[in-house]
């Protein structure tokens, strides 16, 4: 596996590596890869960790346009959503350092059921001091209900764990592909 291009178990090349997030940390811009993210959260679960990197990339230049002098600063940035997905949170951490800042917070009553099951939880709401937004799946494919559905599944066999892998980087890839804004809707 050639692991500059690869970041999972699974061989491909990841759609857009070269896109980044940005934040500021006391003056000092940092960019952020969806490499660099799955690096710190490791190979477990690839399709929230690019959720996350979506909502960042819909959220923050939004953000960085509502804030006096355009930057958004990493240790200001507030998160909350219904998503507990352990890769969503691994990379809005890395970037915005918020889970070890006590600024990120998994609240289910922020899920829409209105949604149905496949969509509800994809809600994220960024703010900083000036401005906030709330990020909302769009209803496009983008998550498929059979991966809700076999996540959701108790004792998956050796196969459905498998499939359940392959759904992971499916979804990553759909993500990815696309221009954040096309991936999530704003609000607010």
Known sequence: MNKETAVSEHPGTVPNPERTVTVWD??????????DCMKYHGPG?????AHAFAV???ALPELAARTPGGRVERRGLRIRTPFGGPGARDAFELVTRAVTGDRYAVLPE???PERGNTLARYVFELATDAASVTCIIRDDGIVAEEFINLTAKPDKTAEELSHLEDLKVEM???ILSRDPASVYDLEG
């Open 45 to 49: 679960f690839p399709g929230g960790v």
């Open 110 to 112: 922020l899920a829409r």
């Open 26 to 35: 006391d003056g000092v811009q940092l960019d952020f890869t969806f490499a």
């Open 56 to 58: 960042l990339g819909r």
């Open 172 to 174: 990553r890839d759909r």
